[in-house]
T-cell receptor, first 113, second 112 residues
Framework: DAKTTQPPSMDCAEGRAANLPCNHSTISGNEYVYWYRQIHSQGPQYIIHGLKNNETNEMASLIITEDRKSSTLILPHATLRDTAVYYCIVRVASGGGADGLTFGKGTHLIIQP | NAGVTQTPKFRVLKTGQSMTLLCAQDMNHEYMYWYRQDPGMGLRLIHYSVGEGTTAKGEVPDGYNVSRLKKQNFLLGLESAAPSQTSVYFC???????????FGSGTRLTVV
């Protein structure tokens, strides 16, 4: 799986959009980009994933650059409950993805009141 | 629909004792995983299973054994606990790529 690079920490004001960047310059054509988050002491929570196109769900939007070498997770209206560590993970699409996800250190997003 | 349930939630063991952590999922997922997370670090994969009756080693398998006798359950065993196994253990299940995983709430294990 391709390696990802994320800033170790970020701040965002409550009510504003939180934009979390991720660099994955060695990504292959068959690899998905996944985002998970981990709120303190809880299990990780799946947020969103994408391959080429931008994606949106009830939690967030994922913007993937045209060359697929970077992406941005957008939380449109951040709340204090969005304070968490956010993990960007790249994973191959074929083969069922059976052998698990590799978690880095992620970005610690702190939402300021 | 409970998702992924881990038992126990907390446990303190003495060095050399054994124990089994249970992970149960009610989503009919084929794939199940055990991770450990140490302070300030990301999750590391211990063992995983791609279906009932199958298991495989992950990144940090030493000192652990697993079994998947039923599709819905994935057991993690420590035969002789060591202080280095003090950690938070997370179980996850999934349908495979491209779908996301569902994680349990964790088991906090301290070995003294």
């Amino acid at each position: 799986d391709a390696k990802t690079t994320q800033p170790p920490s970020m701040d965002c004001a409550e009510g504003r959009a939180a934009n979390l960047p991720c660099n994955h310059s060695t990504i292959s054509g068959n690899e998905y980009v996944y985002w998970y988050r981990q709120i303190h002491s809880q299990g990780p929570q799946y947020i969103i994933h994408g391959l080429k196109n931008n994606e949106t769900n009830e939690m967030a939007s994922l913007i993937i650059t045209e060359d697929r070498k970077s992406s941005t997770l957008i939380l449109p209206h951040a709340t204090l409950r969005d304070t968490a560590v956010y993990y960007c993970i790249v994973r191959v699409a074929s083969g069922g993805g059976a052998d698990g996800l590799t978690f880095g250190k992620g970005t610690h997003l702190i939402i300021q009141p | 629909n409970a998702g992924v349930t881990q038992t126990p939630k907390f446990r303190v063991l003495k060095t050399g004792q054994s124990m089994t952590l249970l992970c149960a999922q009610d989503m009919n997922h084929e794939y199940m995983y055990w991770y450990r997370q140490d302070p300030g670090m990301g999750l590391r994969l211990i063992h995983y299973s791609v279906g009932e009756g199958t298991t495989a080693k992950g990144e940090v398998p030493d000192g652990y054994n697993v079994s998947r006798l039923k599709k819905q359950n994935f057991l993690l065993g420590l035969e002789s606990a060591a202080p280095s196994q003090t950690s938070v253990y997370f179980c996850a299940s999934g349908r495979g790529t491209p779908h996301g995983y569902t994680f349990g709430s964790g088991t906090r294990l301290t070995v003294v």
